[in-house]
């Protein structure tokens, strides 16, 4: 499996996995996830799945972040990326871009409200502006974890072998680019 732009079925396990876990831990709904393309740094081999792969593909020391943000910001974000015509890895938000323009966008399967604060799990990286991800005054609340992304991934993984289920990572659709702008 590979990471692919604008998604890929490792890119959208992953910041699912960071999601999921993030639910877990902090006992709320987290309306999105985000990760960046560049701290996925790998492939993930065919075969059993073993620590060492995911440490190979998560590598840098990112620590998972959960932020409440304001609903502009959000937004600011997402025509950001369509602007540019590069995404990164989301979850919870399906869209679509239409050359430069943010045509469509849903969060939690309801139109995009820029009127609503909305939780959203990260990494420490991206908080700090890594990757060109502004947050401006946006930011109402922030809580570090202390865990680490790879470890997180190892734990969603464990939970997956504990109960019998093997990957089959996909696409799925949540980031659709027609009239790519041309480079």
């Known amino acids: 499996y590979s990471k692919g732009f604008p998604e890929s079925g490792l890119s959208n396990f992953a910041v699912d996995a ?6 877990k831990y902090s006992g709320e709904d987290i309306d999105i996830a985000l990760l960046n393309f560049g701290g996925i740094r790998t492939d993930l081999p065919k075969g059993a799945v073993r620590v060492y792969d995911i440490v190979s593909i998560f590598p ?24 540019r015509n590069k995404v990164e890895a989301l979850s919870g938000v399906r869209m679509k871009i239409d050359g430069e323009r ?5 969060v939690g399967g309801k139109k995009f409200d820029y009127h609503k604060n909305y939780k959203v ?8 502006g890594g990757d060109g991800i502004e947050w401006g005054d946006g930011i109402i609340s ?6 680490l992304m790879k470890d997180v ?3 969603e993984m464990k939970e997956l072998m504990d109960a019998g289920k093997t990957l089959d990572l996909k ?3 949540r980031v659709v680019i027609v009239n790519p702008k041309k480079k």
């Open 102 to 106: 943010l045509a469509e966008c849903t």
């Open 18 to 23: 960071l999601r999921d876990f993030a639910c």
């Open 171 to 173: 696409p799925d659709g």
């Open 153 to 155: 991934i190892i734990s």
């Open 60 to 83: 840098f020391n990112n620590y998972l972040t959960i932020l409440e943000v304001d609903g502009r910001t959000i937004e600011g974000m997402l025509v950001k990326m369509a602007r």
């Open 142 to 147: 922030r809580r570090d974890t202390g865990i």
């Open 121 to 128: 799990a990260t990494i420490d990286f991206l908080v700090t």
